[in-house]
C-alpha cells in the first residue's frame, strides 16, 4: 500500500485542508445548496468540483456579469456555516508528530474561511497556510503547493503531499511532489496518487534530523 512512499525521506509534508486535515463535508454541501437555490443554479452544477476554489466554481456555473456579486455572497454562506466541523481520524496526531519537521497546509478555502475551519474543529494548525487569496491559480494548478514548499525553503520534489480530491492531487503531481491520497471524500478508484490509505489514522510519520519518513500504523 505504501511501497512507493516508505523507503523515502522527505523534507516537507503539505497537507490539504477540508477532507484531509478537517471534515467540513455536510457543512460545504449546505452551503453550495443555498448558494444554487439563492442562484437558481441546479445543485448537481456545483456537484464534482471538490477541492476547487469557490471562485472557479462560480465562474463556471454562472455569466461574467453575475459571478463578483455571486462570490462574496458563497463566502458570506460558508464563513456563517460552520456547525459539525471536525478534525478527521489521524489528523491532529500527524500534524503533532511534524511538529518538529516542515509542514504546511495548502487551501483552496480563503484565508478568513480558512481561519474559520480551523477555529471550528479546534485543529491546531502548522505556521505556514497557504489559502487561495495567496495564489494567482488555485487547484488543479500548481500554485497552491509551489507556493508552500517556497515558504518553507524547500523543493517541491522533496515534498509529500496529502490530499482527498483529484483536483488537488493534479495540484501536487504538477507541482512534482510524491502524493499521499485519503479517501474521506472520494472513491479510491478516482485517486490517482502514489500511495491510498483509508484516512490519516492509517499511517505515521516521522520527523528525524535526516527529514521525515512516513510508514504504516500498527
Request: proline residues 7%.
Amino acid at each position: 500500500m505504501l511501497d512507493r512512499l516508505v523507503d523515502r525521506v522527505f523534507e516537507a509534508v503539505l497537507f490539504d485542508m477540508d477532507g484531509t486535515l478537517i471534515d467540513s463535508t455536510p457543512a460545504v454541501i449546505r452551503s453550495w445548496d443555498r448558494w444554487a437555490a439563492e442562484h437558481d443554479v441546479p445543485s448537481l452544477r456545483v456537484a464534482g468540483w471538490h477541492g476547487v476554489p469557490s471562485a472557479n466554481v462560480v465562474r463556471g456555473v454562472l455569466p461574467p456579469d453575475r459571478q463578483e456579486a455571486a462570490i462574496v455572497r458563497i463566502q458570506e454562506i460558508e464563513i456563517a456555516d460552520l456547525d459539525g466541523i471536525v478534525v478527521l481520524p489521524g489528523a491532529a496526531e500527524a500534524l503533532e508528530a511534524l511538529r518538529n519537521g516542515k509542514t504546511a497546509i495548502a487551501t483552496s478555502c480563503t484565508l478568513p474561511l480558512a481561519k474559520a475551519r480551523i477555529a471550528a474543529s479546534q485543529l491546531v494548525p502548522p505556521s505556514v497556510l497557504v489559502t487561495a487569496d495567496d495564489v494567482a491559480r488555485g487547484k488543479p494548478a500548481p500554485d497552491p503547493y509551489l507556493q508552500a514548499a517556497r515558504r518553507l525553503g524547500v523543493d517541491p520534489t522533496s515534498c509529500l503531499v496529502v490530499e482527498d480530491a483529484p483536483a488537488g492531487l493534479e495540484s501536487a503531481r504538477v507541482a512534482g511532489c510524491a502524493t499521499l491520497a485519503v479517501t474521506t471524500t472520494t472513491s479510491p478508484e478516482d485517486l490517482i496518487a502514489d500511495a491510498v490509505v483509508k484516512d490519516l489514522s492509517d499511517v505515521r510519520f516521522k520527523a528525524t534530523p535526516a527529514g521525515i519518513q512516513l510508514e504504516l500504523a500498527n
